[in-house]
């Protein structure tokens, strides 16, 4: 499997047909097309260089006309290669499919000199997606500055080298990145960027953050005074990072479903009923926010129950679905 970082077209003008198509798209101009179709490099690039200009406004040098001639080559022969493309915040991803590519010749949307028209190639492929093969998130304030500088490119379309290539998988696959990361030359990226890698979360990873900053800023309260005296509400972990671990145990453990109600849990970053979402709660609620006494529950059901009995509790939700259909 190849990996390509993609653009299309001048400002990516083609985008939002390729993502509603699923399809990777390649233009090509008319005057020079033909010499492409006739597999004519060297003629190909001769008219080029004298017809066509660069972005600059300039004619391409030798090595760009070179480039735009494989190009189409690379969009319409691609099969079973992931590509990767950069939409404002978002990273999007797909993989290519055996069908052969169709073409169309259209007015072209940005000419560069007097107007003219392009075929545009388009090649299906598999549905895009803005998230991990786990479900995370793909935004790019989360990519790592090191692997910002290779997944995204000018240019129409961008190979990756070998190592490179294995890393946009691994990102894709939702996989754990730190071999590159702890590497001397990527932190060295991240220390001079100041800005350090944030880590691409899975909807469970994702919930039990979000729980357990919750419940850090509630512990932190601990002794304050409200509107209502506060419970103490102490912890017994030392960081958030080894309440989030717990949590995502939790939750793993419960396969997802409500430990009060047995209904299936919304996790973040999924659309549905808010009141599905996941919320930490803790089994006696006079105690503290400790291991074995937590316990990951739909968000009504944790409002409901509020300060009561979790035994007594679950007995009623039990009560309620005997007295079903």
Not at 19 to 36: E, F, G, K, N
Not at 181 to 189: E, N, V
Not at 275 to 302: M, P
Request: hydrophobic share 40%; proline share 4%.
């Amino acid at each position: 499997m190849n990996v390509y970082i993609a653009n299309f077209g001048t400002g990516n003008w083609a985008w939002k047909d390729c993502l509603q198509r699923s399809t990777i798209a390649v233009m090509d101009d008319v005057r020079v097309h033909p010499y492409w179709q006739r597999g004519d490099r060297e003629g190909y690039v001769a008219e080029a260089m004298r017809v066509l200009q660069s972005k600059s406004g300039t004619p391409p040098i030798r090595g760009v006309a070179t480039r735009w001639f494989n190009v189409p080559t690379v969009m319409t022969q691609t099969a079973g290669d992931l590509w990767v493309h950069r939409e404002k915040e978002q990273v999007w991803w797909t993989e290519s499919l055996h069908q052969p590519a169709t073409y169309e010749v259209m007015a072209d949307p940005d000419p560069r000199g007097a107007p003219n028209e392009i075929f545009v190639y388009h090649k299906l492929c598999k549905p895009w997606s803005s998230n991990t093969r786990k479900g995370g998130s793909l935004l790019w304030a989360a990519i790592h500055p090191k692997a910002r500088e290779f997944l995204f490119t000018e240019r129409t379309c961008q190979q990756l080298a070998p190592d490179n290539a294995i890393y946009a998988q691994a990102l894709i696959d939702g996989n754990d990145l730190s071999s590159w990361h702890s590497r001397s030359d990527w932190r060295a990226k991240e220390d001079r960027s100041g800005k350090g890698a944030v880590k691409v979360f899975n909807p469970i990873e994702l919930s039990a953050a979000r729980m357990a900053d919750t419940a850090w800023q509630t512990v932190a309260q601990s002794g304050k005074m409200s509107i209502v005296t506060a419970k103490d509400k102490r912890g017994i972990f030392s960081t958030k990072r080894e309440l989030e671990a717990y949590v995502v145990a939790l939750i793993e453990s419960q396969e997802r479903l409500c430990a009060l109600t047995g209904m299936t849990m919304l996790l973040d970053s999924f659309d549905g009923d808010s009141e599905l979402r996941c919320s930490l709660d803790r089994i006696d609620s006079s105690g503290h926010y400790e291991a074995g006494n937590l316990q990951v529950v739909c968000k009504f059901a944790n409002r409901w129950k509020g300060a009561s009995e979790n035994s007594g509790f679950k007995r009623l939700v039990e009560m309620i679905r005997a007295s079903g259909p």
